[in-house]
């Protein structure tokens, strides 16, 4: 395959744009650890604000890439979830806290499948895309938890989606490196 047509080519030209989403994450997350006192409205408002910002730059990066590599229509609708995620929390910030948890649990979910596509996409053309897959599997496992422990309260939460969005944040800033030094090599 040629190497525009890989989607680790799209990653490396944009690998600047996994490490804002990745520093994005770990504030959001680190800014729910610091406020411990939040209140739900925050919280809501915190997470549309993250998830917006997150799907903003993943749609811009499928955009950017579209002409590198076939499938990416899987970056394009990671991006869209989490824009979809974002309008939905800004547009209906009155949900219930069981709503809000489902809500979430979905977005991290499909997110987590999403991004463990796009790692079985890269396995032939770069090392460390385990980074990739764990962070689907930590997405998932997240979603997973929030589905089964509805009721552990918006304080157990806030330390729960801190917890998720700066070990997300961290994977995300492990991977831009990663993918920036291969495509430093791709160049030479």
Not at 1 to 11: D, F, G, P, R
Not at 37 to 51: K, T
Not at 62 to 78: M, N, P, S
Not at 157 to 173: K, P
Request: aromatic fraction near 12%; charge should be neutral; hydrophobic fraction near 60%.
């Amino acid at each position: 395959m040629n190497q525009e047509k890989k989607l680790v080519t799209i990653l490396a030209n944009h690998w600047w744009v996994l490490l804002v989403r990745g520093l994005l994450a770990i504030a959001f997350g680190v800014f729910t650890w610091i406020q411990p006192g939040i209140s739900l409205a925050s919280l809501i408002i915190l997470f549309g604000a993250y998830a917006l910002s997150d799907g903003i730059f993943g749609v811009w990066t499928a955009i950017k890439g579209r002409e590198h590599h076939e499938h990416w229509w899987v970056l394009l609708i990671e991006g869209l979830i989490g824009i979809a995620a974002g309008l939905m929390t800004f547009f209906a910030p009155g949900v219930t806290t069981l709503v809000l948890l489902i809500f979430i649990a979905t977005w991290a979910v499909a997110r987590g499948v999403l991004e463990i596509v796009a790692a079985i996409r890269l396995r032939k053309e770069i090392e460390g895309e385990w980074l990739y897959v764990l962070g689907g599997l930590v997405s998932i496992l997240f979603g997973g938890f929030l589905i089964t422990h509805p009721g552990e309260g918006a304080l157990a939460l806030l330390w729960v989606v801190g917890f998720y969005a700066v070990s997300i944040g961290l994977l995300l800033v492990l991977l831009a490196f990663r993918v920036r030094t291969f495509g430093k090599g791709l160049e030479a």
